[in-house]
């Protein structure tokens, strides 16, 4: 599997997708980067591209951490909250607007914070014709990863689906201990 981000900008620097918003950390671009778009790497080297790159809002070199910073704060636009209390700022139609690019890309989309503390990752693919997901319900390797496909009931996934040799040596249910204060 390839991670998409990385395999297009693997100089990228503190690029993070989640901020601590108590602490107003997004405004210090201190985070971690827990969103991620896992790709097998025939179907990445066939389909994905890079689009127009990574969001700089500045003058920065594209994949440094001056340039990260400027996109986590949309450019200046979203302002930290005060610590002396109240809410986030309002969002204003320019710092929601600030989310939407002119192209298309492989990268992050960088949110305004009032809207999450999480940004979304991106990869723009091309050549692909058909649903992909339409392509691949029969392929057997497919389809054994996606047990929810055959149940019907959430209960599904709790019993116990077996032959009948295995119904004779079931253990007997667990006894409740009842713990008194």
Known sequence: MVDSFAEFYPNAEERFTCWDQYRNKRHENVGSRIDYILVDRG??????????GLDVRGKWASESAAAALS???????????????GWMPTLEGDVF???????P????IY?????????????LLHNCARPLVASSL?????????????????????????????????LPPAKRIFLSA
Do not use: Y
């Open 105 to 108: 890309s492989t990268g992050i």
């Open 71 to 85: 996109a986590a704060t949309l450019g200046g636009l979203s302002q930290p909250s005060s610590f002396a209390g």
């Open 97 to 103: 607007n600030a989310q939407f690019r002119d192209q």
């Open 43 to 52: 179907f990445f080297n066939q389909h994905a591209v890079m689009g127009v």
């Open 111 to 123: 949110t305004p914070p009032q809207l999450s503390d999480h940004v979304a990752v991106s990869v």
């Open 138 to 170: 029969k392929d057997s390797s497919t389809l054994r990863f996606q047990p929810h496909r055959t149940a019907k009931r959430i209960t599904d996934f709790f019993s116990r689906k077996g032959s009948k040799e295995s119904v004779d040596c079931q």
